[in-house]
């Protein structure tokens, strides 16, 4: 523990006179504050005593039973504690990448929300760590099912006296920032239904990179290829629940490690069953090794896509199967699945709608251009422009060429038209901004006035790869600066196309406006 006392001095934790080989560290697990006010000079024994006033503990490794086998796969480390250590089985949720089109795994969702509704707040505390795929719905997930939450926070990129020196610094100006007498006169501690952990890089000699496993007194140790933020989860987790595994990935390789390795409990894996989460040959061999299957009954929830529900009140709009208006006398605007949320929705609104659920759920270019219609307006976006100025995009090819030839955009993964959009006479449009974009080089932009500006595009850039030059002038773009207000539109000034008839007749019954049935190619 040599080197342990030396980072701790060359940090500023303790004096320069202080001998690392007289200090007596704790266990594995126990708090070092007190060996550290014991040793510490006088100005930084007044912010380790404010800090543990506070109920701050620092420990070499996790408290508890965990620490030796969270050791073996993490290395020995320090951690942490701002609020103290949680009381409470550590419980982790663990999923494989879902991919860009979340809103479509209503059952993965639908594991999420059942396992909130078992979770006991009393007993349990969820663990979560930044990057991981469960950890961007797990705050929210808290909020709205009432969880205690410890959040696991890594740094690999720091040296471990920068680590420690970065940590000293932050207390400093939190202790000069609070009046910590008056902020806790009672000296007790309220433990916070939200709590964290700070873990450093590794303490004395790192455990050697491997490719694939390895074995550390006679237990199976998980590759330090993997990524941290899983190994961490699944290492402390007194129960993990994995909601979805690819084979042979990360995650599928962690849990098969944990399952091998006798220092955890039996049963304390659980596999989310089905072949969009856990595959059966998946769930086979990790129940085979002690895994327990978990299925569940994904309800039906309700969206854009469902038929619509007869009224008899609502005065639907015709479709049709012809294009009223000649080539040249209306701009085309494509709508486009989204993969987050909608303009101006927030990141929590667009979360709750995923695990409540709700029926806004579907992200689909169809819900888009539903949306687009209740709400009688196209919101204009800064994505992609150059001085990030916010306008709608419009095309003034025809219909049926832009449906023959759409393209893959690799850089932005994703087509550049989609089947779904509508048509705005181009003289509607005018009379509201609508220009078409000047196509240029970076020595026209910067000729250009600023009113010109948001209508400019480069002509020509690289794909990503710099393998193929993209000519964008082919998509003969215009553009409004703002939002375009379609209330104003009447029944002859704008119609909406979709390339199924099932879809034409859900949309006519919302729909101020006719609804033009075109093929998608």
């Given at each position: ?58 420990t070499l490794g996790w408290p508890g039973c965990e620490s030796p086998r969270v ?451």
């Amino acid at each position: 523990m040599v080197e342990l006392g030396e980072a701790f001095v060359a940090s500023g934790w303790l004096g320069r006179k202080v001998v690392s080989e007289s200090l007596s560290w704790p266990d594995d697990g126990g708090d070092l504050l007190p060996l550290l006010l014991d040793a510490a000079h006088d100005k930084q024994a007044r912010l380790l005593a404010w800090s543990r006033r506070n109920g701050a503990k620092l420990t070499l490794g996790w408290p508890g039973c965990e620490s030796p086998r969270v050791d073996r796969w993490l290395g020995p480390r320090l951690m942490w504690w701002p609020r103290g250590v949680p009381e409470g089985r550590k419980v982790a949720w663990a999923s494989s990448r879902l991919g860009r089109a979340i809103d479509e795994r209503p059952d993965w969702f639908a594991v999420l929300r059942s396992a909130a509704a078992k979770f006991d707040p009393a007993r349990d505390v969820l663990l979560t760590a930044p990057s991981t795929t469960v950890d961007r719905f797990l705050e929210r997930a808290a909020i709205l099912f009432g969880l205690r939450r410890l959040r696991v926070h890594l740094d690999e990129r720091r040296s471990l006296v920068d680590w420690l020196t970065r940590l000293r610094r932050q207390l400093w100006r939190s202790c000069l920032a609070h009046d910590a007498e008056s902020s806790h006169a009672s000296g007790a501690v309220v433990e916070s239904a939200s709590s964290e952990v700070f873990v450093s890089p590794t303490v004395g000699q790192a455990l050697l990179p491997v490719s694939c496993s390895t074995i550390q007194n006679g237990q199976e140790c998980p590759s330090d290829n993997l990524p941290l933020s899983d190994r961490v989860l699944i290492a402390a987790a007194d129960q993990v629940l994995a909601l979805q595994v690819r084979s042979n990935g990360n995650l599928h390789q962690l849990l098969r490690a944990r399952l091998s390795d006798s220092a955890w409990p039996a049963a304390s894996v659980w596999l989310a069953l089905g072949e969009a989460l856990v595959p059966l040959e998946v769930a086979n061999e990790l129940q085979s090794l002690g895994a327990v299957g978990w299925w569940l009954f994904v309800e039906h929830v309700s969206n854009v896509l469902d038929p619509p529900r007869e009224t008899g009140t609502l005065e639907t709009c015709p479709t049709t199967t012809e294009m009223p208006w000649p080539d040249g006398n209306y701009l085309v605007h494509w709508t486009r699945r989204r993969d987050g949320p909608w303009p101006g929705q927030s990141e929590a609104d667009f979360i709750d709608d995923l695990l409540l659920p709700r029926e806004t759920t579907s992200h689909s270019a169809f819900a888009a251009l539903s949306r687009i219609v209740q709400q009688r307006r196209l919101v204009a976006s800064a994505a992609g422009i150059r001085g990030d100025e916010a306008v709608v995009s419009f095309s003034a090819h025809p219909l049926r060429e832009l449906t023959k030839h759409r393209t893959f955009r690799a850089h932005r993964g994703r087509w550049d038209y989609e089947g779904y959009g509508l048509c705005v006479r181009r003289e509607w449009l005018q009379a509201r901004g609508a220009k078409p974009v000047i196509y240029g080089d970076d020595d026209q932009w910067l000729t250009l006035p600023n009113s010109d500006r948001p209508f400019f595009q480069l002509k020509t850039t690289r794909a990503r790869g710099g393998a193929k030059t993209i000519d964008w002038s082919q998509e003969a773009e215009w553009r409004v600066p703002q939002d375009v207000n379609l209330s104003e539109a009447r029944r002859d000034d704008l119609l909406l196309f979709v390339p199924t008839q099932a879809e034409a007749q859900q949309l006519a019954a919302i729909s101020p406006w006719p609804v033009l049935l075109a093929p998608s190619r």
